[in-house]
């Protein structure tokens, strides 16, 4: 996936304050788009060292945690055995080499995720497939951004055609919003995040 080699090399110093207060931001706006999903499966794509879905894991019956980096799985397989987490497991996985064939899941959460993948609607085509009809993708990241200049990711989205795209794919009932401001927080820029839920 998306830069996996940096992810490689900072997966035991990846969390910092700073990335734990936005995770924290992330997931609280996330759980305002769950409906009973105690009894739902959960993917949290692209999870890093997990910081969004350890924040949501008792919101789901389960969560698999799910990234390219083989570090940063090491890291979430620590947390769960350290907090005896029974709900949940990882998978080390590039969707981007090829498709999930026999995973599915009601609810797929990804945050700060698809900004490091060059082929967007490449992933949301996959994800749609893993999705149990019904299924929601809640994606958090950064509105489009011109001071951000960048060869390794793209400077935020533009929210409408995201959802354009999405629709294409065969996603509905999109909604999305601004929902956080911060500074220095994109790329060393000030910036604002957003969230969108969609369907299958």
């Known amino acids: 996936m998306g830069n996996t080699d940096k992810f490689e090399m900072i997966a035991?110093?990846?969390?910092?304050?700073?990335?734990?207060?936005?995770?924290?931001?992330?997931s609280d706006a996330i759980r305002e788009y769950l409906v009973d999903a105690n009894s739902k499966s959960a993917i949290d794509f692209g999870c890093g060292t997990g910081l969004v879905g350890m924040n949501l894991i008792s919101e789901f019956n389960s969560v698999l945690f799910l990234d390219a980096s083989h570090n940063m799985i090491d890291q979430i397989n620590q947390k769960i055995s350290g907090f005896n987490i029974q709900n949940a497991g990882t998978l080390c996985f590039d969707l981007e080499k090829e498709g999930l064939s026999d995973l599915r899941a009601d609810y797929i959460f990804m945050t700060q995720v698809l900004l490091h993948i060059p082929d967007v609607?490449?992933?949301?085509?996959?994800?749609?497939?893993?999705?149990?009809?019904?299924?929601?993708?809640?994606?958090?990241?950064?509105?489009?951004?011109?001071k951000v200049t960048s060869d390794i990711v793209h400077n935020g989205f533009n929210?409408?055609?995201?959802?354009?795209?999405?629709?294409?794919?065969?996603?509905?009932?999109?909604?999305?919003?601004?929902?956080?401001?911060?500074?220095?927080?994109?790329?060393?820029?000030?910036?604002?995040?957003?969230?969108?839920?969609?369907?299958?």
């Open 12 to 26: 035991n110093i990846y969390d910092t304050p700073e990335r734990i207060q936005i995770a924290k931001v992330s």
């Open 121 to 146: 609607e490449l992933i949301l085509s996959r994800l749609f497939d893993v999705l149990n009809v019904g299924g929601h993708v809640i994606i958090v990241d950064f509105d489009k951004n011109e």
């Open 159 to 200: 929210q409408v055609s995201l959802m354009e795209m999405m629709t294409k794919i065969g996603y509905r009932n999109i909604q999305s919003k601004t929902f956080y401001h911060g500074s220095n927080i994109f790329m060393g820029q000030d910036a604002s995040m957003f969230i969108l839920d969609s369907q299958k």
